[in-house]
């Protein structure tokens, strides 16, 4: 996806996307995912960004079939990634299971491992506004 105004403007909305699925969760899982992400954030400045910026490459290999799908189909890839919600995250959470591993920060680590249980609800209710982001860089 190179390293150019249009990767920058794409990792910036990502973050937003993230930013307001974490402010929209409720409750205790709510809470829990809140506290976690403002400890990652916390890091160090731009933490988010990088760590988006890392995982993007693989996140578009994942994504690339429900585009060429939605081509061959003359649809948009955003309603086929809600069609497969499911499916979508699988593959997203598999990326962010091998990063996790790797990672050589040990709070990001555990605080990934310690919401990892309910990732799979979190990210297909994500759904909807990753659909939109897809939609919106489908031919960028």
Known sequence: MGTGDKRKQIIDDACHVLDQEVADKSGLGGMAVKAAYAIVKGIKPGFIGQAVDHLLDDFLDVLAPYIDEAKQKNVKPGSLI??????????????????????????????????RPAAQKHVEAAAPRLAQLVDKYENA
């Not at 069609?83 to 920060?105: F, I, P």
């Open 82 to 115: 809600l069609e497969n919600r499911s499916k979508m995250a699988n593959g997203l959470l598999a990326v962010t299971d091998r990063k996790a591993q790797k990672a050589d920060n040990a709070v990001v680590r555990k605080s990934y491992e310690k919401l």
